[in-house]
């Protein structure tokens, strides 16, 4: 039997695909840097709130993980700036 020949995309559907696969890996991307942003923050608050000190545990936590994830954030856009992207 002969093999069927797979369907030649166009350059435009090729675009999309690309495009699609691109949104969605960058899409899981951010969702692990925001769960590892916020893991960072809640190790460095839960000590001080298991002390005892729940307001200040809370606002350092907070303090550490939107300073991780605003890091990351910000070397991203450079990157992509920098490559012209």
């Known amino acids: 039997m002969a093999k069927r020949r797979p369907k030649q995309?166009?350059?435009a559907e090729r675009h999309a695909l690309?495009?699609?696969r691109r949104n969605l890996l960058l899409g899981i991307l951010w969702t692990?840097?925001?769960i590892v942003a916020s893991?960072?923050?809640y190790a460095h608050g839960y000590?001080?709130?298991a002390a005892g000190q729940t307001g200040q545990g809370i606002l350092i936590g907070?303090?550490?993980g939107v300073?991780?994830?605003l890091?990351?954030?910000i070397a991203f856009y450079l990157n992509r700036k920098l490559r012209g992207l």
């Open 18 to 20: 690309l495009m699609k």
């Open 62 to 64: 907070l303090a550490y």
């Open 71 to 73: 890091a990351v954030m």
């Open 39 to 41: 893991l960072y923050g």
């Open 47 to 49: 000590p001080l709130v």
């Open 9 to 11: 995309l166009t350059p």
């Open 32 to 34: 692990f840097i925001v």
């Open 67 to 69: 300073g991780a994830l």
